[in-house]
């Protein structure tokens, strides 16, 4: 069920969940937080962005959504994840218990690094990205949830900072001038693109801000019904 993505290389990339990396993210992300303030209303969902390490090069871990759900996410390449539940105490609570739904993992807090901006999906539903650090994957047990998940794959963190695996979509509006930009991923087990394309490329961009400059506009709502892709 589990697959490692292409081979990573070595190197600085080791350095980027190095302790000082941590310190350096969870201090921004702070700084994000309180520049957002404490007024905005809770996001409607969360995911979280699972760093890791694959034979001691960084990574990052996703899920292939099952078939079986149905609807309009089913089939995709996505973080673990979902709706806020009632009786969550905040994003993090949603995404820590999602994950433990999902793969069969349970973390603790202290894994959490905090929270990247909120994200409108693509039906407008507002998503909270919790970044955190499962550690070595080797250590770790994971038992998808085949209702939920389908498959589990990593890629390095290596392989997303080259720029051959960086693509991007260009998006119009109604009228049929050119609208926006959006990142895709290529030359993975699976092509990762949509919303987690997106988390992706703005945790590239926290880990390593001096490698990776995000090309593409984040956008604050979620795209038109009518828009479509052009070449």
Not at 29 to 53: N, Q
Not at 54 to 77: E, K, M, N
Not at 201 to 206: A, D, H
């Amino acid at each position: 069920m589990s697959k490692q993505g292409p081979e990573g290389g070595g190197g600085d990339e080791r350095e980027l969940l190095s302790g000082g990396s941590e310190q350096r993210c969870r201090a921004r992300l702070a700084a994000g937080a309180r520049r957002g303030g404490g007024g905005a209303a809770a996001a409607a969902a969360a995911v979280l962005v699972p760093l890791c390490s694959v034979r001691g090069r960084p990574a990052l871990l996703y899920t292939l959504r099952s078939r079986r759900l149905g609807g309009p996410h089913s089939g995709d390449v996505s973080f673990p994840g979902g709706r806020r539940d009632p009786a969550d105490g905040d994003e993090v609570a949603t995404a820590l218990r999602e994950t433990r739904e999902e793969l069969g993992l349970e973390l603790g807090t202290r894994s959490v690094w905090g929270q990247l901006r909120t994200l409108p999906d693509r039906h407008g539903l507002s998503v909270a990205p919790v970044v955190a650090n499962l550690g070595p994957l080797e250590d770790l047990t994971l038992t998808p949830n085949p209702a939920e998940v389908e498959e589990v794959f990593t890629l390095p963190l290596a392989h997303l900072l080259r720029e051959e695996n960086q693509g991007y979509t260009h998006f119009r509006g109604s009228s049929g001038r050119y609208g926006y930009t959006l990142p895709v991923f290529l030359n993975g087990p699976h092509k990762v693109w949509g919303l987690t394309a997106i988390i992706t490329e703005l945790t590239l961009e926290l880990l390593a801000p001096d490698r990776y400059r995000r090309k593409t506009f984040v956008p604050q709502r979620a795209p038109r019904p009518q828009e479509g892709a052009t070449a």
